[in-house]
C-alpha cells in the first residue's frame, strides 16, 4: 500500500509568505517569531519568506488570496488574533476568516496555512503564542513545510476544461 507523506522540508527554492494581522499585535509578532524561527530550523532562510502585514485577522484573507494566486510562493502562512470581547464580534471574525483562507487554497492549489488565534481573553492567547500552549505560529509554519512536499507528490489537478 503506498503512502504519501510531506516531509518538514520546503526544498532550496520554495519562497514562502506569511501574512501577519497587526492587530493584537502583543501576540502576533510573537506568533511571526515562532513561525520564522521554525522554518530557519527547518532550512528555509529569512530572504525567501516575505511577510506582509495586515491591519486586523479580517484583513488576511484579501492579502492570502493575491499572495497564493500570485504563483511565486510554496505556501502562505496567515497568523492572526482574534481575542472575545463583550459581543460575538470574534465569532463572525473568525468564522469568515477561516472558510475564506480554506476557500483561497482549494482555488489556487497553494496551501493556505490557519494560523489565526481565537481565544476567549489575551491570557489564553499569549499562551498560545509561545507560552504553556507552545507557539501556533510555529505549528502554522511546520503544517506549510509538510503540506509543499505533500502537494509536491501529488497528482497536478484534472484539467476538465479540455
Not at 520546503?10 to 513561525?35: C, H, M, Q, W
Not at 496555512?113 to 509561545?130: I, P
Request: charged share 20%; glycine share 12%; hydrophobic share 45%.
Amino acid at each position: 500500500m503506498p503512502v504519501i507523506e510531506g516531509q518538514l522540508d520546503a526544498g532550496p527554492d520554495a519562497e514562502l509568505a506569511i501574512v501577519v494581522a497587526r492587530f493584537n499585535d502583543v501576540v502576533t509578532r510573537k506568533l511571526l517569531s515562532g513561525a520564522l524561527a521554525t522554518l530557519g530550523e527547518h532550512g528555509v532562510s529569512e530572504d525567501r519568506v516575505n511577510v506582509v502585514w495586515t491591519p486586523g485577522a479580517f484583513e488576511i484573507p484579501l492579502a492570502a488570496a493575491r499572495l497564493a494566486a500570485s504563483g511565486r510562493y510554496a505556501a502562505v502562512i496567515c497568523l492572526g488574533a482574534v481575542v472575545q470581547g463583550e459581543t460575538l464580534h470574534h465569532e463572525y471574525i473568525n468564522s469568515e476568516v477561516s472558510r475564506a483562507l480554506m476557500q483561497i487554497g482549494l482555488e489556487t492549489g497553494i496551501p493556505v496555512l490557519f494560523g489565526v488565534l481565537t481565544t476567549r481573553n489575551m491570557e489564553q492567547a499569549l499562551e498560545r503564542a509561545g507560552g504553556k500552549a507552545g507557539n501556533k505560529g510555529s505549528e502554522a509554519a511546520l503544517a506549510a513545510l509538510e503540506m509543499i512536499g505533500l502537494i509536491q507528490q501529488l497528482p497536478p489537478p484534472h484539467d476538465s476544461g479540455s
